[in-house]
């Protein structure tokens, strides 16, 4: 499957469809989101709402952030969501973390849909969790039986709760970000190129 | 008793609700912190609106409403909402007091029953300097206004702005003599400085300050919930954020409860330390 648009890294940028919040207009409630310059763009565009900042950012930190699911596997999370609702933005930052995230390059891009991910990722635990991620993110109505049967076999309750809670509040921010235009970074794009990634 | 009752009662939280009735005004005042002019546009807080904000922090504990804008008055609403507002708090009214004619002034003839008073701007006991400020003839038309507010028994303040160098200890003095000629007495007379906001930060007048150093009041507008009526203010026409504490307004506990959990020190942002990419 190959269905991700590849984006020209040499066209220029569009401006977002909201204003993003800066140092001088970020709102009491999310100025320390802002107080080393200018956060990201989710960050930036969350201000505009301070009370929904004020939950949602503490949320898409723990859902996110370090738990105890492993990194590798939160980033292929991620990454696949990303890539399968063609969100640019996330694409772009979270190749770059997943890479960090000691991520081979043909893993990578093969979560990105560059590659077959079958003929990638051999361990049985990650190639259900690949499934679930696709059928998640992708499917309507319920998981098939298979699926969801090779997802509890190989993860526990909790992670399986939270493994589809990440994919949810990923789909959010690809929307978010896909609907609002938010760019990627100058630095994300810079390191794109360096790691042999396209935009 | 409410966490914010308990807070009014302490001291530690400001009891005034204020709202911003309207921005557009029949004035253009060269320190205007709205840039209020009579065709901007109006931002109006529904009257009902108004009425449930009072409501909810009078249930709040909330001690007292002030009504702000742009120039009330140009609503042909108000003093029925004035009326129906005070019977929840007492209410301070804010206004340029030009607009007081006769048939405005039998309208509010009701209201010296209720606990609703003006407050009326008046910048220097010199009408030339005055004017200079708030527009042409804006001095002989206030204190026109004064004395048939007060004979109707409407309880008058005047709030005079302006800048330290521009009042000195003579204009004080004579400022004062006028307010008492006029019947407010010295307790409802107040003199505030400029706020370096708006039309003011454009043209350089007033100080500039930090939230911490401007009273935490719960101030609300149709554009949300803001730290003081300082809050929502305007500057080359876009709305100011850097106070906003809510968009959500309904119910006032919920912007309450944010701007007391910013005034007990529990400061907003330590989630940013996530790094979402
Ligand atoms: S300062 Fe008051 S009276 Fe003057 S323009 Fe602004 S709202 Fe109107």
Redesign the pocket.
């Known amino acids: 499957m190959n269905s991700m648009r590849v984006v020209d890294a040499a066209a220029p940028a569009t401006s977002p469809l909201v204003a993003l919040m800066t140092p001088a207009t970020a709102p009491l409630l999310t100025r320390g989101a802002f107080a080393d310059g200018q956060p990201d763009p989710i960050t930036a565009v969350l201000a505009q709402v301070p009370e929904l900042f004020d939950v949602a950012l503490p949320f898409i930190g723990a859902t996110l952030g370090p738990s105890f699911v492993p990194l590798r596997a939160k980033e292929i999370v991620i990454l696949r969501t990303s890539a399968l609702l063609e969100c640019e933005y996330c694409v772009g930052a979270h190749t770059v973390v997943a890479t960090d995230a000691g991520l081979g390059h043909d893993e990578v891009r093969a979560l990105r849909a560059e590659l077959d991910w079958v003929a990638v990722f051999t361990d049985n635990a990650e190639r259900a969790l690949i499934g679930w991620i696709d059928a998640i993110a992708l499917g309507r109505g319920r998981v098939d039986e298979s699926i969801a049967t090779a997802m509890t076999d190989h993860w526990d309750d909790p992670a399986v709760v939270e493994i589809t809670v990440l994919i949810g509040t990923t789909m959010m921010l690809n929307r978010l970000c896909t609907g609002l235009g938010l760019p990627p970074g100058a630095d994300t794009l810079e390191r794109l190129s360096t790691d042999g990634f396209s935009a | 008793m409410s966490a914010i009752a308990e807070a009014i009662d302490a001291g530690t939280l400001p009891g005034r609700v204020w709202m911003y009735a309207d921005y557009h005004?029949?004035?253009?005042?060269t320190?205007?912190?709205?840039e209020?002019?009579p065709g901007v546009s109006k931002r109006l807080l529904d009257p009902d609106e108004m009425i449930r904000i009072a409501r909810e922090a009078a249930e709040l504990g909330y001690r007292d409403i002030g009504i702000t804008?742009?120039?009330p008055f140009l609503l042909r609403h108000l003093p029925e909402t004035l009326a129906a507002v005070s019977e929840y708090l007492p209410t301070l009214v804010l206004t340029?007091g030009t607009l007081f004619n006769e048939t405005r002034l039998a309208e509010l003839a009701p209201l010296a029953r209720l606990p609703v008073a003006l407050q009326i701007?008046l910048d220097s006991p010199d009408p030339d300097v005055n004017d200079e400020m708030?527009g042409p003839d804006n001095f002989a038309t206030v204190i026109d206004a004064i004395p048939r507010l007060r004979d109707l028994g409407i309880t008058v303040r005047i709030a005079t702005t302006g800048e330290p160098d521009r009042l000195d200890e003579d204009d004080h003095a004579r400022l004062c003599a006028l307010h008492r000629e006029l019947g407010v007495p010295d307790e409802d007379h107040i003199v505030r400085p400029i706020v370096r906001r708006g039309r003011a930060a454009d043209v350089g007048l007033g100080q500039d300050f930090a939230p911490e150093q401007i009273p935490a009041e719960l101030c609300i507008s149709v554009d949300g919930a803001f730290w003081s009526p300082f809050g929502p203010t305007v500057r080359g026409g876009e709305l100011d954020t850097d106070l906003l504490i809510s968009r959500t307004t309904a119910p006032l506990s919920r912007p309450a409860n944010l701007l007391l959990r910013l005034i007990q020190g529990r400061l907003p942002g330590d989630a940013a330390a996530i790094g979402i990419r």
């Open positions: 005004c029949n004035l253009a005042c320190y205007c912190l709205t209020s002019a804008g742009g120039e340029n701007s708030r």
